[in-house]
């Protein structure tokens, strides 16, 4: 099965408005984007608010990650190779991305999870410049969770 949104037209930067009204819509005080060298945005980094604190997370968009994904979906003939360019993948990935959001969203608005619990993977270190998965991943993910306190 072909990669989700693989034949998407919807532009990268149309997707990330929609993720940036979805947060704002459903709390958050902040979007910020960062961009990668190419120009292209490499993340959004938002605050949510909670409990009279700012919680900041950072959401990164991993265009390289789709391209190795449609390299191989080409390669074993599950897509045409003019799916396999940049500006797809960062389409694929952004809008990949928003269809999550929304989903996230939804959970939260019918009491399923928290804002803050959906996007705990995203939370984001500001003075290491890490999300609580990357700080957990160099560790090592069973170390990191044989650390918690029992």
Partial sequence: MPLKNYTTSIESEKSVMEIEKILSERGASKVMKEYDAE????????????????IPFRLPMRADAVMLVLSSQNRRGKLSKRFLNIPQARRI?????????????????????KTEEVFMPYLYDVQSGRTLYEVAATKGLHKFLLAAPK
């Fill in 39 to 54: 120009g292209g945005v490499a993340a959004l980094c938002f605050i949510i608010p909670n409990n009279g604190h700012d």
């Fill in 93 to 113: 990935g952004w809008r990949i991305l928003r269809d999550w959001v929304d989903a996230q969203m939804a959970l939260v608005e019918i009491g399923m999870a």
